[in-house]
């Protein structure tokens, strides 16, 4: 007898999945799970295996609440809703508002009184007087059109990265910088993710898409540093799957600045202002780049943007290069503790009133803010039990973070973010080790290819800029074609390895 | 052996990926000694357009480094999956990066993954797989072809990979894996890939997927 995977447990996030409509919600016994107009009753998912499908029952009144009944199968109503008669062709069909007898109201009726989808459909198609006349193809492709609305089967599944980053694109690409399914899992390969590898991650922007990624393909062992600009670090995917803390171990978070201070970019200057000087030659471009990225709206995000990553504002000089102690570390908070924004949700991305899945957001923006704070709050977590999920406290984290940079040999640098990437890619290069590779993610091209020639001009190989089509195919029986639509944004991304030129610079004598 | 963790430098018996140019990549198995077309072993040296390698002096380099050759100079590049699908021996046509890395994603895979695989090939895929799923997780992998099988086999060993995979010589379409509800995951790569279905499932844990690719080109996928 076949063993049941993990049950559906109280507490956890789970995605929950109607037709073609996904939504990420922590199931609270006492609460009810909001799905579009319905809502409904968590207690009946509850123990259930995971990847189970549901039959919701309409418990009629105003709330809409269904019940949930577990069942084997769904059913394809165009396979169970057989018409006596079809015709060959379309000859005889006409376009008229006339062909269907049952009206709004009286479906809207039938819903409430708990009809069930079939029912329904089955009603729709015995008052269409154009039903008998269309080919078998069509009668199929009208009663699978039906059912999509009166759709009543939902299926509760584990949040994966797959499962999140299609939800994230499917409602709102730009959100993710158009960083599609296809795209996200070659900047995995690109990389060369392998458990106990240490890799960093400049991303902001993304939701944290490619943080959780890497996280999930690390699968506690290894190390992954996220950098990040502006106050703080975005959870968003990282919160939804439910990451063990061994698992989460392996995440250490780390401002840029702070690390910049520790690490300048010209380490000869001796003002702030003069490393501003590469920064300043690409700003033009990187600005207008730049205002055209962020109409996605980053205005919360205070801090410095993009074109002056590189220019340490904060700090007073550049310190020396050194692995700070924990005496040390004390010269790092005061940026860290200091210009701490708490932005309310994390949600630096967009307001989180706008769109259905505001509710997921919602959930998951209380749930990343209430830990961040117990995370800013550094004493809390030193006294016996942590009530955060996360290992470290933020200092913790930032000081992990720098001694694991200062060796300066990571096994993959991952660039995902809304500023220009070349100035921050020439900066983070420093930190990967010889033979590793490294990729950076951009909504559009022009970026990556001046990152292409910088990046060649510091000497790197295999050097490539691609980009890939994802198309979705109608698989039916000599109905077999790709769909009519098919998304053309999913982004650029440029790869290459790091290597060491030394020998170049001797004379060959050979 | 250099596929199974990170190294800095080149040891006896790794495999090295050459890098001349974009186009001029390969990948050389660090030995004194390498058997001739006619079976009789000769001293390694490796020819290219910049001139002969000795292969014996990549010991002790750092990867990442120039390779001094007698016309000019190379790249010593340490093995990555997606470097070995570039430059591995074909004995089938083989799945390359684009596909390998949505089969990942799509299959969910992760440190600790079990899956099942068929065919073998030429072991792009495998690699992939192996380098995603380790330390934790296992492959099965399977081909008609027993030379093929046997030679999948082989490079497995030789690069460290053995504890982590079972090739088998097997015809899963007529024999199915022998394998109960064991895989997280299967990968069907078949001319017939619904003959394999049921065992499929057989095989599978009950929440498991499975992916196959029809036509070369069209991908189904159940659960």
């Known amino acids: 007898m076949r063993e049941d995977g993990p049950a559906i447990c109280d507490g956890k996030n789970y995605i929950i999945i109607k037709g073609s409509f ?95 989808g ?22 199929a492709k009208y009663v699978r059109k039906k059912q999509k609305k009166y759709f009543e089967f939902i299926s509760v599944q584990e949040p994966t990265v797959r499962l999140v980053a299609s939800m994230y694109y499917m409602q709102d690409p730009l959100k993710i910088m158009n960083l599609r399914v296809d795209s996200l899992s070659q900047l995995l390969t690109a990389c060369s993710v392998r458990p106990g590898g240490r890799y960093l991650v400049l991303e902001s922007g993304c939701l944290a898409v490619t943080v959780a990624a890497v996280l999930e393909r690390l699968g506690g062992h290894g190390h992954l540093v996220h950098l990040f600009q502006g106050g703080t670090p975005q959870r968003h995917a990282v919160d939804a799957i439910n990451f063990t803390s061994d698992q989460l171990a392996c995440l250490s978070c780390l401002d840029l600045r702070t690390l910049m201070t520790h690490h300048p970019a010209d380490p000869t200057a001796s003002a702030p202002t003069a490393s501003a000087a ?225 020998l170049n610079r001797a004379a060959v004598t050979d | 052996m250099s596929f199974k963790e990170y190294k800095t430098h ?7 990926i050459l890098y001349l140019n974009i186009k001029n990549i390969h990948a050389i198995t660090v030995s004194e000694e390498v058997k001739n077309k006619k079976g009789n072993m000769v001293p390694n040296i490796f020819q290219t357009v910049y001139g002969a390698l000795k292969v014996k002096d990549l010991i002790g380099m750092k990867y990442g480094s120039q390779v001094q050759m007698t016309r000019g100079w190379a790249f010593a590049l340490h093995p990555t999956p997606e470097l070995w699908t570039l430059t591995l021996p074909h004995r089938t046509q083989i799945l390359y990066t684009p596909d390998i890395s949505m089969v990942l994603t799509q299959l969910e895979l992760r440190p600790g993954s079990v899956v099942c695989e068929a065919g073998t090939g030429s072991g792009s895929l495998s690699h992939a797989i192996l380098r995603t799923i380790a330390p934790t997780g296992h492959l099965h992998t399977f081909d008609f072809h027993e030379q093929r099988s046997r030679l999948a086999a082989e490079e497995f060993s030789a690069h460290g990979l053995g504890d982590y995979v079972t090739a088998r010589h097997r015809d899963v379409c007529g024999e199915g894996f022998d394998l109960d509800s064991v895989a997280d995951a299967v990968f069907l790569d078949l001319p017939r890939p619904y003959d394999a279905v049921p065992f499929a499932k057989q095989a599978l844990k009950k929440s498991g997927t ?14």
């Open chain 1, 22 to 116: 996904m939504k990420l919600a922590k199931l609270k016994t006492q609460k009810q799970c909001q799905l579009g107009r319905a809502s409904v009753d968590v207690a009946g998912l509850l123990g259930h295996p995971v990847g189970t499908q549901f039959r919701l029952h309409s418990g009629g009144g105003k709330q809409r609440l269904m019940r949930p009944e577990p069942v084997e199968h769904t059913e394809d109503l165009a396979d169970a809703i057989a018409a006596d008669e079809s015709a060959a062709d379309n000859r005889n069909l006409l376009a008229n508002q006339t062909s269907q007898a049952m009206t709004k109201e009286r479906i809207m009726e039938m819903r409430e009184q708990g009809a069930t």
């Open chain 1, 278 to 502: 590469p920064a300043s030659g690409a700003s033009p471009a990187s600005a207008e780049a730049q205002a055209d990225k962020t109409a996605a709206a980053d205005q919360k995000t205070a801090a410095p943007n993009g074109e002056t990553a590189l220019t340490a504002e904060e700090s007073s000089k550049p310190a020396a290069d050194g692995i700070p102690s924990s005496g040390g570390g004390g010269d790092a908070t005061p940026i860290d503790g200091g210009d701490e924004v708490i932005t309310d949700g994390g949600d630096d991305v967009t307001p989180a009133t706008e769109d259905p899945a505001a509710a997921a957001e919602e959930v998951e923006g209380t749930e990343a803010q209430e830990s961040r704070k117990r995370r800013l709050s550094g004493s809390q977590a030193e006294t016996g039990e942590r009530k955060s999920k996360y290992a470290r406290t933020r200092c913790e984290d930032s000081e992990l973070a720098l001694n694991m940079l200062s060796s300066k040999e990571m096994d993959g640098l991952l660039l995902c973010c809304r500023q220009h990437p070349v100035n921050l890619l020439r900066y983070l290069l420093r930190f990967l080790a010889v033979s590793r590779p490294f990729a950076v993610f951009c909504p559009y091209k022009e970026p990556l290819l001046e990152c292409y020639f910088a990046m060649k001009a510091e000497g790197c190989i295999m050097l490539k800029v691609t980009e890939t089509w994802l198309r979705n195919y109608q698989v039916l029986p000599e109905r077999t074609h790709p769909e009519i639509n098919m998304s053309g944004g999913g982004g650029y991304i440029l790869s290459g390895f790091k290597v060491d030129r030394s």
């Open chain 2, 10 to 16: 080149v040891e006896m018996g790794d495999t090295v």
């Open chain 1, 118 to 139: 079939r029912e329904i459909v089955t009603t729709i198609v015995d008052n269409s007087t154009s039903f008998q006349g269309k080919t078998e193809f069509s009668q």
């Open chain 2, 210 to 223: 499975v992916l196959f690719s029809l036509l070369g080109g069209l991908n189904g996928k159940l659960r």
